[in-house]
């Protein structure tokens, strides 16, 4: 089978690449992206013999359309705002696609697609990360467990073993940290400010104690839906440290992140953009560890429960890539191999929660080294 990986010589994308390259089930793996050279080196990284390189503008719909038509399933791993335009390529050519999360506000945009994704017969798997993706599948899994369901927290936490800055796209970063999180309460999303919900979350080791704030989190537009089983509250925290915060509001007050155009000389851009562009590239070969931890409270057989999930990953040795590169690109390669030999039969635009069977996955996630732990606690009777 022939993967189309867009965006697949970027930080997590070429993760996705080399799983792709190093599964026998697989005979080409495409990288689309602009930029040729670094898709050359990331191509001879991975194994070379079955990757072949275009040049892909992931920006234009015919462009992405023309790419599509040869591919037996594909993975997009370009940055979450060209998602909508991934979106409607796959569902007019009749791929089967999978994505890295729309932080949720894309999200939201890519579902109005649904009855044209369902109509075409094509399988839209959104957010096949780590969180998006794993988390919202562990959600589910839990809450499957119960009749009833009060609560589903989401922590992830990250530590970095040695100095750096960014490990993920700087644009993702802006949106998460300036628009500020969504969480779902009593049967309600409410906005609020960014770094809001400080608390410290112990994560395993080595990741340990870290302080973590709400996240703006694609899998909070479907999962009150998908779980249901009247569900109170849904959220998803992060880890961050104080430098995150000071700098993002330092950007904000010399008006950085504003997003309408300013005129220079000739020339007119925002901020924003101007700002992206002087971003440096994420660092993926950070020495770090990363965590996740899913919890869901409910009721099962008249008594409160709780299950939690959890799972750690280090810098991953052989590849040579921060912890959550490898969490984020491997579950990309699954799904869009699950994708190529139709494992996933309903079509539409589907969360992760809903389209993927989960013990497949889990198994699938083993194989790579990544684990998960689960754990019940049984605490109240209820009379």
Same mark, same amino acid.
């Given at each position: 089978? !022939?993967?189309?990986?867009?965006?697949?010589?970027?930080?997590?994308?070429?993760?996705?690449?080399?799983?792709? =390259?190093?599964? #026998?089930?697989?005979?080409?793996? *495409? %990288?689309?992206?602009?930029?040729?050279?670094?898709?050359?080196?990331?191509?001879?990284?991975?194994?070379?013999?079955?990757?072949?390189? !275009?040049?892909?503008?992931?920006?234009?719909?015919?462009?992405?359309?023309?790419? +599509?038509?040869?591919?037996?399933?594909?993975?997009?791993?370009?940055?979450?705002?060209?998602?909508?335009?991934?979106?409607?390529?796959?569902?007019?050519?009749?791929?089967?696609?999978?994505?890295?999360?729309?932080?949720?506000?894309?999200?939201? /945009?890519?579902?109005?697609?649904? #009855?044209? =994704?369902?109509?075409?017969?094509?399988?839209? &798997?959104?957010?096949?990360?780590? =969180?998006?993706?794993?988390?919202?599948?562990?959600?589910?899994?839990?809450?499957?467990? +119960?009749?009833?369901?009060?609560?589903?927290?989401?922590?992830?936490?990250?530590?970095?073993?040695?100095?750096?800055?960014?490990?993920?796209?700087?644009?993702?970063?802006?949106?998460?940290?300036?628009?500020?999180? &969504?969480?779902?309460?009593?049967? /309600?999303?409410?906005?609020?400010?960014?770094?809001?919900?400080?608390?410290?979350?112990?994560?395993?080791?080595?990741?340990?104690? $870290?302080?973590?704030?709400?996240?703006?989190?694609?899998?909070?537009?479907?999962?009150?839906?998908?779980?249901?089983?009247?569900?109170? /509250?849904?959220?998803?925290?992060?880890?961050?440290?104080?430098?995150?915060?000071?700098?993002?509001? *330092?950007?904000?007050?010399?008006?950085?992140?504003?997003?309408?155009?300013?005129? %220079?000389?000739?020339?007119?851009?925002?901020? $924003?953009?101007?700002?992206?562009?002087?971003?440096?590239?994420?660092?993926?070969?950070?020495?770090?560890?990363?965590?996740?931890?899913?919890?869901?409270?409910?009721?099962?057989?008249?008594?409160?429960?709780?299950?939690?999930?959890?799972?750690?990953?280090?810098?991953?040795?052989?590849?040579?890539?921060?912890?959550?590169?490898?969490?984020?690109?491997?579950?990309?390669?699954? &799904?869009?191999? +699950?994708? =190529?030999?139709?494992?996933?039969?309903?079509?539409? &635009?589907?969360?992760?929660?809903?389209?993927?069977?989960?013990?497949?996955?889990?198994?699938?996630?083993?194989? !790579?080294?990544?684990?998960?732990?689960?754990? +019940?606690?049984?605490?109240?009777?209820?009379?």
């Amino acid at each position: 089978m !022939r993967i189309l990986v867009l965006g697949g010589a970027g930080a997590m994308g070429m993760v996705t690449v080399r799983d792709l =390259a190093e599964s #026998n089930q697989v005979s080409e793996v *495409i %990288i689309g992206d602009m930029n040729l050279e670094k898709a050359r080196k990331i191509a001879e990284w991975a194994g070379g013999e079955k990757i072949t390189v !275009r040049k892909i503008d992931i920006s234009s719909l015919e462009d992405l359309k023309q790419n +599509m038509r040869d591919a037996d399933a594909v993975a997009n791993a370009a940055p979450y705002h060209l998602n909508l335009t991934v979106t409607k390529a796959a569902i007019e050519t009749g791929k089967n696609l999978t994505d890295l999360g729309g932080v949720y506000y894309m999200t939201l /945009k890519q579902l109005e697609l649904d #009855n044209e =994704a369902e109509k075409a017969g094509v399988s839209i &798997v959104l957010g096949c990360g780590l =969180a998006p993706g794993i988390a919202d599948v562990l959600a589910k899994f839990g809450a499957d467990k +119960m009749e009833k369901v009060d609560e589903v927290h989401i922590w992830y936490g990250d530590r970095s073993l040695e100095p750096a800055k960014y490990k993920w796209s700087f644009r993702t970063v802006l949106e998460e940290y300036t628009r500020g999180p &969504v969480i779902y309460e009593d049967g /309600k999303y409410k906005s609020l400010p960014p770094f809001s919900g400080k608390s410290i979350v112990k994560f395993p080791s080595p990741v340990g104690e $870290r302080p973590c704030c709400y996240a703006l989190y694609s899998g909070l537009a479907t999962l009150p839906k998908t779980i249901g089983k009247g569900v109170r /509250k849904i959220d998803c925290s992060m880890s961050y440290n104080s430098e995150d915060e000071i700098r993002i509001k *330092i950007l904000e007050e010399m008006g950085l992140t504003r997003t309408k155009p300013v005129k %220079i000389g000739e020339f007119e851009i925002s901020p $924003r953009e101007f700002l992206l562009k002087c971003a440096p590239p994420p660092d993926v070969r950070v020495r770090d560890a990363s965590s996740l931890i899913v919890e869901v409270k409910g009721e099962k057989n008249g008594k409160r429960v709780k299950y939690t999930y959890s799972l750690v990953q280090h810098f991953h040795e052989t590849y040579k890539v921060s912890a959550i590169a490898f969490l984020t690109g491997v579950p990309l390669s699954i &799904v869009s191999q +699950m994708l =190529a030999k139709n494992q996933i039969i309903k079509t539409g &635009v589907l969360p992760p929660e809903i389209a993927i069977a989960p013990k497949p996955f889990f198994e699938e996630l083993a194989k !790579r080294g990544i684990k998960i732990n689960e754990t +019940m606690e049984r605490t109240v009777q209820i009379s």
